[in-house]
């Protein structure tokens, strides 16, 4: 099986693929996946009351790579939320995004995909320098220099380095 399908198959939330332009304009109002301010890779809809059935909704404009690390951030997301974690409150933003960030680099370690890795660090380390103005950059950038004091951070840094 692919490495997407393989994620899709683990996510607890139907996985919807669209073009970018319809992401970044779902977003505008709720958190997403961004990657910079014109392109949202991918995101977890908000949960009920505003939508009753929530799902993954991922953009296809963006290379392999980035589709599984940004799917498998946002199936961390939705795992936190079917299992009620405390990262779910209000006041856990940041929380949520360190869970979310967590999952995927273990995932993506455990499964041995270096181009995702490769890709997902580039990402973090761009986040965690963030000029951030609005809370969403301001929540990531907190999360990202969070998972890059971690063990986590130091193996996936050592593999990629090995291939
Ligand atoms: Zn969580
Ligand atoms: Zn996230």
């Known amino acids: 099986m692919n490495p997407l ?5 683990l ?3 139907p996985v919807i693929f669209a073009p970018g332009e319809e992401l970044v304009f779902d977003v505008f109002g709720f958190a997403g996946f961004m990657v910079n301010s014109n392109t949202v890779a991918g995101y977890l809809s908000p949960g009920p009351p505003r939508t009753k ?18 799917l498998a951030h946002e199936i961390g997301h939705a795992l936190c939320s079917v299992n009620n974690c405390k990262c779910q409150e209000d006041d856990h933003k940041i929380l949520a995004e360190h869970h979310a960030n967590m999952f995927c680099l273990k ?6 995909q270096a181009e995702p890795i490769k890709a997902y660090i580039n990402l ?9 103005f609005d809370s969403r950059f301001v ?13 986590l951070w130091e193996k ?8």
């Open 5 to 9: 399908d393989q994620l899709i198959e």
């Open 156 to 163: 996936c840094k050592k593999f990629v380095e090995e291939k």
């Open 107 to 112: 995932y993506l370690l455990k499964t041995k």
């Open 124 to 132: 973090i380390e761009r986040q965690a320098s963030f000029k951030a």
């Open 139 to 151: 929540r990531a950038k907190e999360a990202a220099k969070k998972i890059m004091k971690l063990k």
């Open 11 to 13: 996510s607890p939330y």
């Open 53 to 70: 059935k929530m799902y993954i909704k991922m953009n296809v404009n963006i290379s392999k790579s980035a589709q599984i690390s940004t």
